[in-house]
């Protein structure tokens, strides 16, 4: 079959390559256009985009992918199909029209569960165990269309949110061969969302890797492990409690003991102890031991030398 490819981040980059791997065709390859990036404002590409080089395929990086000119352009290529993974722009229903066999969605979830545009972080967030990917017919709604098939994987207890994609992101390109080849042999089953069974995953924002340490142990490694690696984890220490002495520290991993406080009198934030493992930390029900962590403005670190730089000590504290 002739496929387009819609596609922009590193997510993507598998099933772009896995098609160019198969026996059809990518006629073109639509991603986002380069964005400045960092102080010196330079363009960046995006991952897909520079896949696309490195095979000689055809790019087209529309501002506004439903623009009329874009629309017509499409409609040329003739596509049996359009491929879209984690694109970032709504199709309109002019576009999802144009192929024979409509626009086929790689979905990092096992829809109807985690609709929108942050599946793999909020189902760490809420302590998931199992997850996967899901290829779809688009329509207008998002993430709404039928089922065509799924591909399921446990989450690992201490696996954060960049790891977690990476798996998917294979399992994802696989997924989408077999499900070219169910539409293209005319076999697939598809299936209609349960829509009682939904569930969303918003995009996320600066705040919500605020950490606070009034929570369970388990929701705090949860969050922490689903932020990272963006848009990071994060909360404030303080020596001796002092305010002047704030800076604030990106948390990158933690570890959960089967060792438990039962001290009540600890405030939730207080450093209990420092080990071998980490930084031990009080929260509402025990403790949690922070691993590596990242003050602000530098290096990522192991626990044992932010320890040993900044002489963490007990009742110094971790706050929100």
């Given amino acids: 079959m002739n496929v387009i490819f819609m596609g922009t981040p590193e997510f993507a980059v598998p099933s772009l390559s896995s098609l160019t791997k198969s026996t059809h065709t990518v006629v073109t390859v639509v991603t986002q256009p380069d964005r400045p990036k960092g102080r010196s404002r330079i363009p960046s590409l995006s991952p897909v985009k520079i896949k696309a080089l490195e095979l000689g395929l055809e790019i087209l990086q529309p501002v506004n992918i439903n623009d009329e000119t874009v629309v017509k352009q499409l409609e040329t290529l003739n596509p049996d199909v359009i491929v879209v993974v984690a694109f970032g722009q709504l199709l309109s229903s002019q576009i999802i029209d144009i192929p024979r066999y409509k626009c086929i969605n790689i979905h990092s979830s096992l829809l109807p569960k985690y609709r ?12 998931e165990t199992v997850t996967g990917v899901t290829s779809m017919v688009m329509v207008l709604k998002m993430d709404a269309g039928d089922i065509i098939a799924q591909k399921s994987t446990s989450i690992f207890p201490d696996e954060n949110a960049g790891e977690l994609e990476k798996r998917l992101s294979f399992m994802g390109a696989e997924l989408l061969l077999e499900t070219l080849d169910l539409v293209e042999t005319e076999t697939a089953n598809y299936k209609k969302q349960d829509e009682k069974k939904v569930t969303f995953a918003p995009k996320l924002k600066k705040e919500d890797g605020l950490i606070s340490w009034s929570e369970k142990t388990q929701e705090i490694h949860n969050r922490i492990r689903g932020i990272t690696p963006v848009p990071g984890a994060y909360s404030f220490y303080m020596k001796n409690n002092s305010p002047e002495t704030k800076r604030r520290i990106i948390l990158l991993k933690t570890r959960i003991h089967e060792k438990c406080y039962t001290k009540k009198s600890v405030m939730p934030g207080t450093v209990i102890e420092t080990t071998t493992c980490g930084i031990h930390i009080a929260t509402l029900d025990s403790f949690i031991c922070i691993t590596q962590l990242q003050p602000e403005g530098k290096r990522a670190m ?19």
């Avoid at 929108?116 to 302590?127: K, T």
């Avoid at 192991?302 to 929100?320: E, L, N």
């Fill in 116 to 127: 929108g545009a942050a599946p793999i972080n909020w189902a760490i967030i809420n302590g």
């Fill in 302 to 320: 192991d626990a044992q030398d932010f320890i040993r730089g900044y002489k963490i000590a007990p009742q110094d504290m971790f706050t929100s």
